[in-house]
């Protein structure tokens, strides 16, 4: 069974820590990404990569930073953590066909 | 710039409704595909379907159905006899090239809460 896991379900820190949230798939996909859901606002999309030490900005990357050593691992970096950045992440790989995506992990910053 | 509006926010309906959920888009792509995810209280995200720009047959699929008009750009979603279980977030997303043409993003609506009473 193809997956994409999200190493925490739920986190909280305290604001100015960094963070990190971290994203294996299995899949061999090229493409991965990070999403962050708000109510009322659907899945906006943080950072994506499309290879190794590859990555491009989406559509709100402020605030945030990616990491991706090996193809199978995607994490994202929250440098200093602010509680506008309490959310739920949600992590996806793809081969440009099909999206796979992982639960999702709820992060609050206190 | 690609966007899916999903303008119903929240629709609530009696068990054994029909209950149609609206998406609209916008694209400047000319291939293109369209999807549709449920997400249950429990927060996974659950693939319904994926729809490409080429293809404009309508798709059955037990109670499920969804009306894919290019001309419009609309690709609903219409659930047929609702049952409890029907109750999640459902969400319309439009996978297109990005500007830099090095991966296709998916964009995703806001997102239509179904809430089906017994």
């Known amino acids: 069974d193809v997956k994409v896991t999200q190493s925490s379900r739920y986190l909280v820190k305290r604001t100015g820590e960094k963070v990190f949230l971290e994203c294996v798939q299995d899949m061999d996909h090229e493409n991965m990404f990070w999403y962050r859901q708000d109510p009322g606002l659907g899945l906006r ?4 990569s499309y290879d190794v ?16 050593e090996k193809k199978e691992r995607f994490s994202l ?12 992440y949600l992590c996806a790989s ?4 099909g999206y796979t ?4 992990t709820r992060l609050t910053v206190v | 710039a690609q966007k899916v509006t999903q303008a119903q926010t929240e629709i609530s309906v009696v068990e054994k409704e029909d209950v149609t959920l609206d998406c609209v888009y916008e694209t400047r792509d000319t291939t293109y595909y369209l999807f549709w995810y449920k997400q249950p209280p429990s927060g996974e995200l659950v693939f319904l379907i994926r729809r490409n720009s ?15 008009q290019k001309s419009t750009s609309s690709f609903n ?5 609702s049952q409890v279980v029907d109750s999640a977030v459902y969400f319309c ?26």
């Not at chain 1, 030490?53 to 991706?68: C, F, T």
């Not at chain 2, 080429?54 to 894919?68: K, L, P, T």
């Not at chain 2, 979603?77 to 006899?81: L, P």
């Not at chain 2, 991966?103 to 017994?118: D, E, K």
């Open chain 1, 45 to 48: 999309l943080i950072y994506f």
């Open chain 1, 53 to 68: 030490k590859m990555k491009e900005k989406g559509d709100i990357p402020e605030g945030y930073s990616v990491s991706r």
């Open chain 1, 77 to 88: 970096i929250l440098e200093s953590a602010s509680t506008n950045q309490t959310s739920m």
């Open chain 1, 94 to 97: 793809s081969n440009n066909y």
């Open chain 1, 101 to 104: 995506f992982g639960s999702g």
């Open chain 2, 54 to 68: 080429f293809d404009e047959q309508n798709e059955i699929s037990g109670r499920y159905s969804w009306n894919f």
């Open chain 2, 77 to 81: 979603f219409t659930i047929t006899a």
């Open chain 2, 93 to 118: 997303a439009l996978s297109g090239w990005l500007s830099s043409g090095s991966a296709r993003q998916l964009t995703f609506g806001s997102g239509t809460q179904l809430t089906v009473l017994p």
